[in-house]
């Protein structure tokens, strides 16, 4: 069974900075990409930044130059880097695993969640 857990969530005021962490537990081989997605109320989600298993990120316009995404393949772990904080970054953060390949199974899976609130 795969699980994803985050953490690093919180409340920061604008301006500031955050770290989320996101770690893949299980019987796993290997995992393609990982990304990270946020859900504000009354929205839909969306992408905030991915990486292949190889390093290579890919940004929302919205967050280039503020946040940085990175992982850690021996951990199975993904990190963001979230600085210049804004009130509308504020959201449910989520973390998101593709082509997770265990001994018996290849699929995609997402966190739980964590909220991130910046205030004005």
């Known amino acids: 069974q795969v699980q994803l857990v985050e953490s690093g969530g919180g409340l920061v005021q604008a301006g500031g900075s955050l770290r989320l962490s996101c770690a893949a537990s299980g019987s796993i081989f290997s995992i393609n990409a990982m990304g990270w997605y946020r859900q504000a109320p009354g929205k839909q989600r969306e992408l905030v930044a991915s990486?292949?298993?190889?390093?290579?990120?890919n940004y929302a316009d919205s967050v280039k130059g503020r946040f940085t995404i990175s992982r850690d393949n021996a951990k199975n772990t993904v990190y963001l880097q979230m600085n210049s904080l804004k009130p509308e970054d504020t959201a449910v953060y989520y973390c998101n695993a593709e082509g997770v390949i265990t001994m018996l199974t290849m699929g995609g899976y997402w966190g739980q969640g964590t909220q991130v609130t910046v205030s004005s």
């Open positions: 990486i292949t298993r190889g390093g290579k990120p």
